[in-house]
């Protein structure tokens, strides 16, 4: 389960309480089953009069409901999800230019943001060659294990990269070709920036290969992708995939933060 990011200094906030009902939020979001009030008492360390309380005025913003005993987030979470990616105009582009590069338009492609050390999953086209991919929108994973991942790391700012490989404890190893430490994975880095492209060799799913490309520019590390089973893979297919993620990112250049 990802951790919740909490604070310490809450109550020195204007409104503490906006901060805590965002925290029960995330507390739903990375529970796999509805949650009662005692555990997301116990989970954030919060009084369950509280949670009670903020349960109340959630559900009435129609941001969480009851499942049976329990609670889970309501369909407003996404509703307000879908209208922020919808009036990105980022967003837009990614899905209308995918749709037209000669060979890309035929694979499944990802836009994803970089945040701390997960990567979080923006928009996603499917082309002809659909896969079936842990990569729902507005999902996360750890970015040294994918492609995209890599990308936004090695495209950071030296002492930026160093602060944030820093909080890595231990490495996320889902398959035996994943990286075992810290090193490895500087030295695929530098790599990456050598290459022009991140390359994600079964180390995140066995049987499945990605090519990413980082998109430059804006304050929030952006990258393209697009994701095949490995038994696809030929230099050529690679060639011209790698071709068309740089067209792609070099055009939503015009479009970072907006």
């Known amino acids: ?42 989970r954030l360390g919060m009084a369950k009069s509280s949670v009670s309380n903020l ?48 060979t890309l338009q035929h694979e499944t492609a990802l836009v994803a943001a970089l945040d701390g050390l997960e990567v979080v999953y923006l928009a996603r086209h499917d082309g002809s060659q ?7 929108i507005g999902k996360r994973m750890p970015a040294p294990v994918t492609a995209l991942g890599k990308a936004m790391l090695a495209s950071l700012p030296p002492a930026e990269l160093d602060a ?20 490895e994975l500087r030295a695929d880095l530098r790599t990456v920036r050598e290459r022009g492209f991140a390359w ?20 929030q590390p952006t990258a393209v992708s697009t994701t095949l089973l490995t038994q696809r893979v030929t230099n050529d297919l690679r060639t011209r995939l790698v ?6 990112a070099n055009h939503l250049t015009l479009f970072v933060d907006g």
Not at 164 to 183: F, I, N, Q
Not at 243 to 248: N, S, Y
Request: aromatic share 4%; charged share 20%; net charge positive.
């Open 200 to 219: 994600d060799d079964e180390q995140n799913t066995i049987g499945v290969t990605c090519f990413a490309v980082a998109v430059r520019g804006g304050t």
């Open 1 to 42: 389960m990802r951790a919740v990011n909490m604070s310490p200094s809450t109550e020195s906030l204007p409104a503490p309480a906006v901060f805590r009902a965002v925290q029960i939020l995330e507390v739903l979001g990375a529970s796999k089953n509805p949650l009662t009030i005692t555990e997301i008492s116990l």
């Open 55 to 102: 349960m109340t005025t959630l559900k009435a913003a129609g941001m969480v409901r009851r499942a049976e005993q329990a609670w889970t987030l309501g369909y407003k979470v996404l509703e307000l999800g879908q209208m922020m990616l919808s009036s990105t105009s980022f967003v837009r582009e990614f899905a209308r230019q995918s749709n037209i590069l000669p």
């Open 164 to 183: 944030r490989l820093a909080e890595m404890t231990e490495l996320p190893r889902p398959t035996k070709r994943s990286y075992r430490t810290v090193g």
């Open 130 to 136: 659909p896969i079936r991919l842990a990569s729902d």
């Open 243 to 248: 071709a068309d993620l740089h067209l792609l």
